[in-house]
């Protein structure tokens, strides 16, 4: 087998293992009617009270399930995730963003993980909260 062959082996072998969705994951303060989000940003100031913040996810083709689920952790000084918290978002086959609203208690660093109903991985996303 030449290399070339090799190679597209290689990358057929690894496609089969990524997500299948194109995705991209927003932090923000807001998010209008038509998904525009406003405030966008991976790092927000945080109140001692706690601060809500928007996380957006924009697909480019259209949904085919009917819920998916948000696991958030929070990184420790060493890196390792600790779990946080796991919600679920009802969403409607079609649509090609959803967004749902979080309050944070805690400065610091966090993974948010978004999977489908089937619990196949559609994107993450880091996010670093500092008190005020």
Known sequence: MNLK??????????SWNMPAYSQQILFCESVDANGKPSGTSTAF?????GSFLNVLVKLNGPLSYNRVLYDVYMLDTLGKEKFE???????EPGWTWFNKGFTFYQAGQY??????????LIVTGKLRLVGK
């Not at 062959?5 to 690894?14: R, S």
């Not at 100031?45 to 009270?49: E, H, T």
């Not at 993974?111 to 196949?120: A, M």
């Open 5 to 14: 062959k090799i190679i597209l082996v290689v990358f057929a072998v690894a």
């Open 45 to 49: 100031s945080i109140s001692a009270q």
């Open 85 to 91: 918290s796991s919600n679920e978002l009802p969403v």
């Open 111 to 120: 993974v948010i993980y978004v999977y489908d109903e089937s619990e196949k």
